[in-house]
């Protein structure tokens, strides 16, 4: 699966499942332009796409910022003349009850409406005029089902879905393809520091996951590089859990017997 003469953007790419499908769609040679509030982390991931070989733009900012993700899009269609491929996958969650949850505004701007100005501008700018786009957002297993305590992440996520819902029948028109998935527990920055503080809690969370262990951002990256190949020409509108079963396993509730992890 190749992506030659083809610029994809990926937000998030500072670090997690945003630099490793950053990397991955370097690797089978688009151009990539990369994005994060972490400017720092997004500088290593170009130095490590350019080491590899690749082609790689940089452009730190906050996708929650309309007028920052105007001028970024911009920037990508004068630097490689069009946008074929979106990548949403930034996001972050903040979790607190909901009766006292004072971070609603945040959680919803950067994780629902980031992902909406983001699909928006590279429609407007490239992807309508060219007819022709395929646009990947990263909602959560948060976006289909509900726990406790997480009522900002939970909303926006479930938003992510619904645009990407609204925008695969919209703009199937304009040959633009819409896809999201949502991830189950995936092991980057976050889940490996909490696991080696926290080993019993990520010890259950594997026991709860029919896969038995939690997912590489590796694993993440080529489903999504799939959903933006022509391989998927006729895919979209999918909300796709990739979660190692973990939805179709929606009882809770597994035997140990027949665990992987028990052999
Ligand atoms: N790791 C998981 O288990 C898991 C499960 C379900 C969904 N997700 C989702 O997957 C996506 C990737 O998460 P990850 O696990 O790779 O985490 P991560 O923290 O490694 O990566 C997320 C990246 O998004 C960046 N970011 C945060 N706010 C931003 C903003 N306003 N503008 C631009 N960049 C911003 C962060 O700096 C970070 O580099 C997120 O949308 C997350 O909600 C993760």
Not at 107 to 128: D, L, P
Not at 191 to 202: G, I, L, S
Request: aromatic share 8%.
């Amino acid at each position: 699966m190749r992506f030659d003469n083809q610029t994809a953007i990926v937000t998030g790419a500072a670090s997690g499942m945003g630099r490793a499908t950053a990397r991955l769609m370097a690797e089978r040679g688009a151009a990539v332009v990369i994005n994060d509030v972490n400017e720092k982390g997004l500088a290593t991931v170009a130095d490590e796409i350019r080491d590899a070989g690749g082609q790689v733009l940089a452009i730190p900012g906050s996708i929650g910022d309309r007028a920052f993700v105007a001028e970024a899009t911009a920037q990508a269609v004068h630097d490689f003349g069009r946008v074929d491929m979106l990548f949403n996958v930034a996001g972050y969650a903040a979790y607190g009850p909901a009766e006292s949850y004072d971070v609603w505004d945040e959680m919803v701007g950067v994780n629902m409406s980031g992902t909406y100005y983001f699909c928006r501008e590279v429609a407007r700018q490239s992807m309508i005029p060219n007819r022709k786009g395929a646009i990947v957002n990263v909602s959560s297993l948060s976006g289909l089902v509900a726990h406790p305590n997480d009522i900002g992440y939970i909303a926006a996520k479930h938003g992510v879905v619904g645009i990407t819902k609204s925008l695969a029948v919209e703009w199937a028109r304009h040959n633009i393809r819409v896809n999201c998935i949502c991830p189950g527990f995936t092991m980057t920055g976050i889940f490996e520091a909490v696991t080696k503080e926290e080993p019993d809690r990520f010890a259950l969370r594997a026991r709860k996951t029919p896969l038995g262990r939690g997912a590489d951002p590796r694993e993440q990256a080529t489903v999504m590089a799939f959903l933006a190949s022509d391989e998927a020409s006729y895919v979209t509108g999918v909300i796709m859990p990739v979660d190692g079963g973990n939805m179709a396993l929606s009882s809770g509730w597994f035997p140990p017997e027949v665990h992987p992890a028990n052999g």
